[in-house]
């Protein structure tokens, strides 16, 4: 069996602290105890990402998808679970019991992060040549030109004009806000890439476009990438595998064509028959 680039195991995000009736199985209102209110955000979640492919993760809004990519970029803390990384000590490391240091060693060099507000992921008063050098020189870079080339070479592959690597992305549209944004998650060829909702809030030429970039970027750097989106449309475009993501749990998953052809869960049948 092919190794995973990332693998998470019983993954849990909890929100309060608990009582005897949740922790041993009580039943849920949606994703909140109903006798101690403590929200399970994420619930015992298992995930594997391969080399080079693009899993989807759709849900509704507050199903627990943009805590699990935080999660993934330690934005958030864990309450349980474990992930390991196939690039991180071996792939025996669990990346959620690291030290601060070691957290964003795996931030800085082996993954990248694209949120769905670029206000997250930028600095909005550097330059864009700058929010890409930010993430290089955490990294360890101290070589101007090599910053520069490898700056330049960002700014080709996301289509944004060279005279306007000195202008800061409070001047960009929001298309360009989020081509800056994945510039910047690309610096150091990272082996995953992490999109949330990055096409959510844009006109759909302009949509259409990050789309584009997104499957050429895999294609042309061979990069994993876990895409969050509640779009069903973009997961068909893009996605090999797709998870269904419910009250915290994922309630469904497999290749995409199978779970938007032919869903088995009741949830994800009225999802896809919304898209009809």
Known sequence: METPVLRIDHLTVRYGKTCDYCRNGGELHKNTCPRCKTVWACNDMNVKLYEGEILGIVGESGSGKSTLMKSLFFDFDVTEGSGFLRDFGGGEADIFAQSLQQKKYIKNHLMGMVYQNPMLGLRMDYSSAGNIAEKLIAAGQRSFSGMNERVEELLDAVEILQSR??????????????????????????????????????????????????????????????????????????????IVMLDGKIIEQGLTDQILDDPQQPYTQQLVHSLL
């Open 165 to 242: 690597k000195k202008e800061p992305p409070k001047n960009f549209s929001g298309g360009m806000q989020q081509r800056v944004q994945i510039s910047k998650a690309l610096a150091n060829n990272p082996a995953i890439l992490l999109l949330d909702e990055v096409t959510t809030g844009l006109d759909l030429s302009v949509q259409a476009k990050v789309l584009e970039l997104i499957r050429e970027i895999r294609q042309r750097f061979h990069i994993s990438i876990m895409l969050v989106s509640h779009d069903l449309a973009v997961i068909r475009m893009l996605a090999d595998r797709t």
